[in-house]
């Protein structure tokens, strides 16, 4: 049976490569209390096990899946990564540097102490920062050394399966420590913090911890008894501002909506927004009426726009300063609600006091005439189509390969940002581009997550099936060494970045444990965080975090080489 699983394998390498795939993923949504592995490790496993049969795969296809992922990569993160580089988000951003500057210190410490190869250090330093995409330009790195083919190929074994054996202990750190440990050493009841900061941005208790399995948008119509006598004034401040009365029907016929408007019994009222505040009314019957099915008679039609925020007049300004009178008149006229605010593609939570920034797709739902022109007012309105131009995408990767050819030297050590961290870059710029006008779609959203999401599982499956030979060796050179510095390395900078947080920056608990599950770009963590915390609050540190990291640490994968190289013992 091993002889034909060995020859199976061996002749159709894409067997092997498509059932790593399967069996990664299959074991990646495995769940181990608040710890899921994923699929890209999930992934990594597989083809180690498999790959010790001896598989070969085409490296053309490994280097071709890796372009199309890390230049997925930035172009998805290049609007948020550009929009954080001012001093509101290097403020918190400040975090993603001591998670770079200590872990490069703690990698380079294990590198002279316990004598690592180059190959060793990359690989603890992507699994401990649990940043996948350092296993791509490390590897990548190695591929430009003046080593003989052979060593080349064993350092590149080594970087996977270190990459393999410090994620798993890195990310069970990381998850417990943000979750449970440093709450605890913050001295705080994180689910009394987030509620606090929740109410505090104007969010209401009975709203921050549920997840909606209903439209956040919709309409409802009530017939008038109790509150026969009130005015439309008095509907709409029991509403606060998050849903409007967008028609009045009296004896069959529509009457002008006007504030003064005194109601009379019998009257309809058709009611549009935010469900939290329509259910509040309905919960409300006593003081207005009793709520009928028929929503159709009113004729009224309702949209949703998303546009991007292309200007730096709305960077910081809060949501409910956009209802603010004075000037011009409010931004948002109370026919249009905010349905939603989206930040690198993590929602928010939609709360009187968020600020948005430049780069957010807000979500604005309203008339399809009072949309034409509020949406004039944040930027360009993003296009939704499914269609890709993959010349847009061909030519910046060729961009950014020819970019990651050219080298320099300082102290004597090569550098170079390789075709990986090349590729990154303009993949940076050309999303930059794509959120500035987002009328000119290029690369859909759907189509970059794609492009991301199987270029790096399958990138890693194939040096992962080329690595497997030699897994077993580099465990039994390292033994427990190897998950130990995982877990330090993933615990120290967090460590130095919740006390910078909270002492010298004074960041909010739950602000800061969500910034250092994004300084980590472990979504697990930041799961693990939101969980304890009961809602999304964790998130507004995160987005910006993340999106800082997870370009940084890809491009400390060619540095972490070059530095292991020169900082090994001779």
Known sequence: MGSVLHTLLGSHPEIALFLALCIGHAIGQVRFGPVQLGGICGTLIAALVIGQVGVEVDAGVKNLFFMLFIFALGYAGGPQFFANLNAKGLRIGLLCGIEVVTVLVLVLLATRLMHLDQGTAAGMMAGAATESAVVGTASDAISKLALPADEVKRLQANVVTAYSITYIFGLIAIVVATSQVFPLLLRVD???????????????????????????????VFEVTAGAGHSVATVLALLGGEANVEGVRRGGADVPVVPALVLEAGDQLLVTGRRAAVVRLAQAGAELGREIADTQSFGVVMETLEVAIATRAF??????????????????????????VARGGHPLPVLPDLALRKGDTVSLYGRPDLLAVVGDRFGEPVLKSDRTHLGYASFGIVLGVWVGLYSVRAAGVPFSLGTGGGALLSGLVFGWYQARHPGRLSLPPDAAGLLKDVGLATFIACVGLASGPQALTLIRQYGVALPLMGVAIALIPALISLFVGHKLLKFEAPVLLGAIAGQQCSTPALSAVQNAAGNTTPLLGYTITYAISNVVLPLMGPLVVALAGWAAPR
């Open 190 to 220: 994180l689910r009394a913090e987030a509620a606090r900061l929740w109410k505090e941005m104007g969010g209401r208790e009975d709203d921050a911890g549920v997840q909606e399995a209903a439209p956040e948008m919709v309409g409802r």
């Open 315 to 340: 960077d910081g300004r809060t949501l409910a300063s956009l209802r603010a009178t004075g000037g011009d008149g409010p931004v948002l006229p109370p026919g249009v609600q905010v349905a939603g």
